[in-house]
């Protein structure tokens, strides 16, 4: 199996090989801003070491006092002097971000943009000359170290810009290496997937309550339930129908629930829901 379920993350030594570097974080939003705190709260880059920019000056004060780094809104500036530049803007703002620090960068600048839709050729393109870009696609729980992200590498990065970016998700959870023709894929899976999960869990929650438990605890019951399943695929290897058999006695309840969602049709919703945000994935870049 080519990414075994069980996989550890990368080792301590590639996150060290972070240590000392500088990076610029060009759109400091949700997404930017979950995976640049998390690299300040473990130490991956220090603070002196790091710029980030918005849009809104008033937000980059904030984030400068937040924070205690530098913060702004001029790209270029930021670029100048960073070893790595992680692109966390909207897909459609990619283009003009990198038009304006193209001066800045060059073959030794590792540019990692995580903008849902938009191919390695078009960061490439518009980042001119030999400048290494690597593709990464996280998701949100990166804010308690369990992301998911899949990443893939531009014809002028190399293994070890692989493995350093690599080493920037692995430190929020796991990372997948994939050819970029997946992309939209985890887009629609993985990154999309946590809201459409969420989904699942309050529901699970509010049949809690319908059945007569408190709101706090059917929650908790829900969301355990979900960790825990999860934990057992991705401990156990084990394929999911066949942990699911496990729980289903003969004649017992969980097999009068399963009937409930195949009528329901949970299972090609759930397929219907990934094939269209996938397909959506493809068109946000395109788009004003
Ligand atoms: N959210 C997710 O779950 C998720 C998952 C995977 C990938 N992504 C990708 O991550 C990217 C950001 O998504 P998001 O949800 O974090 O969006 P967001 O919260 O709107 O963040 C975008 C950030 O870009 C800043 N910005 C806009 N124009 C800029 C410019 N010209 N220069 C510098 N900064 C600029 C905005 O500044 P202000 O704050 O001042 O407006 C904002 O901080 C997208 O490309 C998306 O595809 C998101």
Sequence with gaps: ?????????????????????????????????????????????????????????????????????????????????ADIVLLGVKPQVVGEVLKEIAPALSANTLVISVAASVPISYLEQHAGGKVPVVRAMPNTPATVGCGMTGICRGAHATRAHLDTAQAMFDAVGRTVVVDEKNMDAVTGLSASGPAFVYIILESLAEAGVKVGLPRDISTLLAAQTMKGAASVVLETGEHPAQLKDAVTTPAGCTIDGILELEEGKLRVTLIKAVVKATQRASELLFEK
């Design 1 to 81: 199996m080519p990414h075994k379920l069980s996989d550890k993350k990368s080792s301590a030594s590639d996150s060290a090989s972070l240590h000392g570097k500088k990076l610029a974080v060009l759109g400091t939003g949700k997404l930017g801003g979950i995976l640049l705190r998390a690299y300040l709260r473990q130490g991956l880059f220090s603070a002196k070491n790091v710029t980030a920019t918005v849009k809104h000056p008033e937000k980059a004060v904030a984030l400068a006092k937040e924070l205690g780094i530098h913060a702004a809104t001029e790209n270029r500036k930021a670029v100048y002097g």
